[in-house]
């Protein structure tokens, strides 16, 4: 069965970087596109883009190009967010989804939290 | 750039009630790449309807999709308990793939 299985909760300071993992299994890893999105407490979902993983261009969407770096490696079939010069409003449960839409299997979440 | 705005901001309903969820699209949704999602505190969201109407796998016959162009709804014709989350739209006809701002459902 399909499964995303994302890496563990991080806490960082700001100006700090963050990776989160997210490890796919069930499918041909080459055959679907991974997207990020992120949720912020109390706020609703934000699409922060995704990569394409046979072409491994990446669609950034606006304010999240720069600090917000997709990647991924096929051998291990995981992709990765990285997050760098951290900010308290990077504060968020991160999710991993597969496709780039629709997002039909989600990662579990990571929770990120920027606080000095 | 497509801004998706959902409404109500928050439904309340009795069990067995019928649920209306719109999704007005700033612009046409291009091939109605219209997708809604379920999202209970704690989980990950889940994909409920895509292409604006069509169930994606194991999703209740309760739960349908509609609409075409800039107006879309979901609907859950008789409410359970367990459908208690928020509620999102997203369109993916156009880079970026936003999501609405999400409807809170919840029972009286």
């Known amino acids: 069965q399909v499964q995303l299985v994302q890496s563990g909760s991080e806490l960082k300071k700001p100006g700090a970087s963050v990776n989160v993992s997210c490890k796919a299994s069930?499918?041909?890893?080459?055959?679907?596109?991974m997207t990020w999105v992120r949720q912020a407490p109390g706020q609703g979902l934000e699409w922060i883009g995704w990569i394409n993983t046979n072409t491994r261009n990446p669609t950034y969407a606006q304010g999240f190009a720069g600090r917000f770096v997709f990647s991924f490696d096929t051998s291990v079939r995981t992709a990765f967010l990285q997050i760098t010069s951290l900010k308290a409003e990077d504060t968020a449960v991160y999710y991993c989804a597969r496709g780039p839409a629709p997002l039909d299997y989600w990662g579990q979440g990571t929770l990120v939290t920027v606080s000095s | 750039e497509i801004v998706l705005t959902q409404s109500p901001d928050t439904l309340s309903l009795s069990p067995g009630e019928r649920a209306t969820l719109s999704c007005r699209a700033s612009?046409?949704?291009?091939?109605?790449?219209l997708a809604w999602y379920q999202h209970k505190p704690g989980q990950a969201p889940r994909l409920l309807i895509y292409?604006?109407?069509s169930r994606a796998t194991g999703i209740p016959d309760r739960f349908s999709g509609s609409g075409s162009g800039t107006d879309f709804t979901l609907t859950i014709s008789r409410l359970e308990p367990e459908d208690v989350a928020v509620y999102y739209c997203?369109?993916?006809?156009?880079?970026?793939?936003?999501f609405g701002q999400g409807t809170k459902v919840e029972i009286k």
């Open positions: 612009q046409s949704v291009g091939g109605n790449y």
């Open positions: 292409g604006a109407s």
């Open positions: 069930g499918y041909l890893f080459t055959s679907y596109a």
């Open positions: 997203q369109q993916y006809g156009s880079s970026p793939r936003a």
